[in-house]
């Protein structure tokens, strides 16, 4: 790790730069498959699960007995495990439901909002060799709660045409039935346009290689809204004298072993602690089975040293990190100084892991920075909230003339029209 | 206009269908002078001021001077009704904050929401022959209320270096004091990245022309967050046997009035209502002055006669109408079925010019369906939340086993070991 000590304000720019991602070579590659599922519909998609995942597919659709096979392969104790996280998210992200009030804005104009939810999302659950069945749970319960009617799952096939039981049995808990054997930039395309056999949805949600959310982007400029723009997984600690060197060690060693891309910044106010935690780093990785990946994800991760916990607050607001652990005597008191951050771990007993499978809160998280200006998914992703309006007569004649006005001053003579043949009639 | 009556649903399809959007061939144009801005600043800003806007700039921003004497140049009666609407819009954006509410989601595991301000937003408002200060308006006061830091506003001047008065009043009102004269591309481009004069903004806000949307477009892939996707604007009026048809016909015309890509769907449950508003309409038609726009905006519009206010409201959720006017007998009754709308007008007096102005929603609203994934703009578009948690040694013990069995499955072998070890000192 390289070790920065009381970097001046003018190097943080280098300490929070994240390396480019340009995945605008992949864009014709993408567009082409795009454009083929678009217009050939499941024979298209088909084609690429065979050519990409070597899987032949007759049906797309994962069947009522795969989902009952399911149940039968996974273990009593994941299931429980399952269950307990179900329940948390649901809990939490149940309590972020929107209450509708009405406002009367000036005498008989009332307005309101009304949370509405999507009608029709579709979620991504990359393949691979470790199956994301915690992502399952943390896109498809708050759009359960939110009331979406048609939830579409897409998830990659192995080449035996299966899915991972432990993905089935997570959507299974979170109430999703339409699932579909389909990964990749297909499964993107088949979502956005809909096929024979995948409802077209208006939103998509979830995580994905270069290839995925170079998809995700290109449909979201006409097609579907999607949850966020992507990037690789990165945490923030801020530590004093008062952590745990040994539980530092482990949050940023399960950060380090997402990926090589992955980000890990350490921000210590005390030298003491900031060694004690390299020393534990070093130790524990020894123990790890992704020893390799982890360390060298290590090379390029950061341990800053600085005068206090204001400052490294300041500097973790300036990286914006997907991952927040405070580390520190009163947790609660510095987590009021967080302005950009997508999801904060408070105390020594908040891993990252908590958040990432059942805690309650959210793990999918703006990453790369862009937690300055998006939130993680959170109920609000899956609902609008849609603007009703209410005059009465008194309402005209409380703001008729300030219409009329500001429509003539807008050179908008139809609109000042409208509210013009109002007036009249509401006059005594 | 187009008389469709009673069409089966089989051809609701056409009936909803927009215009095809392709701004592609804008890219390669709009992708030079972002890249012009990012590399030359001000240099670059000032160049293209002047070649599209025919402007030479000193100074980029207005000055103190220049606000001051707006103030003299607006009359009275407009200053008033700047505040009266920017009162309405206030209240109406101050009651949607979000309180924070702690959940214990399981023992000793607490979860909460808080909604932080983004720090730097950007505002754009066009140029042209009408001035939009409403629009400053509604994009600066719920800035305002959110407390965002930094509020930008970046809009082209004439060639005599001037803004219009009204838009540098409407910002004063709001309380936005960085205020640019900059327009276009360069203008989006100048907020995206940043130059020696425009603060770099973390979200950007704001109508505009195909260049502007198809800049906001590209700083959205990488750069920015923006508000929403753009298209021209639309109505639908779902009008019943009570409705007033001089008023429909008025709500109609205001909307073709904006231009000829805008879209007008009338939707009646009684011909008689429908040739009414249609004879309306062709009279009002006559007395506008952009009466040549308008008459070619409604060549393409559609009046269509349905069975009954359900079938109406049917339609409507499919074509997801920007605005939605009920001009029914029990509107707010009807209003309860509403799943796709950006703002919905209840009632013969709340005409879309209400709250294009003075009702106090937000008229910066989804269009070209895009109102099936997306809401206009509300004061959460200026927050992000951000999630919490805490757990406590008890906390530990009623997820940490879930936790541990779900990173193990996943084979995230580190991220079990960040609870594992936490499991071991906990254990009593």
């Given at each position: 790790m390289n070790i920065i000590k009381y970097p001046a304000r003018a190097e943080w720019g280098d300490l929070v730069k994240r390396p480019q991602l340009d995945v605008s070579q992949l864009n014709a590659v993408v567009a082409e498959v795009l454009a083929h599922v678009k217009e050939h519909g499941d024979a298209a998609v088909k084609g690429y699960e065979q050519q990409f995942d070597h899987a032949v597919l007759q049906d797309l659709a994962v069947s009522k007995a795969e989902m009952d096979a399911a149940e039968t392969l996974v273990s009593s104790e994941l299931k429980e495990a399952l269950a307990l996280a179900h329940r948390n998210i649901a809990k939490f992200h149940r309590a972020q439901q929107f209450e509708s009030t009405k406002v009367e804005t000036s005498r008989g104009v009332t307005c309101w909002q009304k949370s509405v939810?999507?009608?029709?999302?579709?979620?991504?659950?990359?393949?691979?060799?470790?199956?994301?069945?915690?992502?399952?749970?943390?896109l498809a319960t708050p759009a359960k709660i939110a009331g979406c009617k048609e939830i579409v799952l897409c998830t990659p096939p192995d080449s035996h045409v299966r899915v991972n039981p432990a993905i089935l049995m997570a959507a299974k808990i979170a109430g999703v039935d339409k699932i579909f054997k389909i990964g990749g930039v297909q499964a993107i395309g088949a979502m956005a346009y809909g096929t024979e056999s995948v409802p077209k949805v208006y939103k998509i949600f979830g995580p994905g290689n270069q290839?995925?959310?170079?998809?995700?982007?290109?449909?979201?400029?006409?097609?579907?809204?999607?949850?966020?723009?992507a990037?690789?997984?990165?945490?923030?600690v801020i530590a004093d004298d008062t952590c745990n060197p040994a539980y530092v060690a482990a949050d940023l060693l399960s950060q380090a072993e997402h990926g090589t891309d992955s980000q890990v910044l350490l921000i210590a106010t005390s030298e003491e602690a900031l060694?004690?935690?390299?020393?534990?780093?070093?130790?524990?990785?020894?123990?790890?089975?992704?020893?390799?990946?982890?360390?060298?994800?290590?090379?390029?991760?950061?341990?800053?040293l600085v005068h206090d916990t204001d400052e490294a607050m300041a500097l973790s607001n300036a990286y914006a990190p997907e991952h927040l652990i405070l580390a520190v005597e009163d947790a609660e008191n510095l987590s009021k100084q967080?302005?950009?951050?997508?999801?904060v771990f408070l105390g020594n007993y908040a891993c990252e892991s908590a958040g990432d499978y059942a805690s309650g809160t959210n793990h999918t998280l703006p990453t790369h920075g862009h937690a300055t200006a998006y939130s993680g998914v959170n109920l609000d992703s899956y609902n609008r909230k849609i603007t009703f309006q209410h005059l009465t007569r008194e309402g005209v004649r409380s703001i008729g003339k300030a219409v009329v006005c500001m429509a003539e001053n807008e050179q908008l003579e139809a609109h000042a029209n409208a509210m013009r043949i109002r007036i009249n009639d509401t006059n005594p």
């Open positions: 939810p999507i009608e029709k999302v579709g979620l991504y659950i990359p393949g691979g060799t470790a199956p994301l069945f915690s992502t399952v749970l943390m290839y995925v959310m170079t998809a995700k982007q290109q449909v979201s400029l006409h097609d579907v809204a999607i949850d966020m723009p990037g690789p997984s990165e945490v923030c060694l004690a935690i390299e020393s534990e780093t070093d130790k524990q990785l020894q123990r790890l089975p992704r020893k390799d990946m982890a360390e060298k994800t290590l090379t390029h991760s950061r341990f800053v967080v302005t950009n951050a997508g999801s």
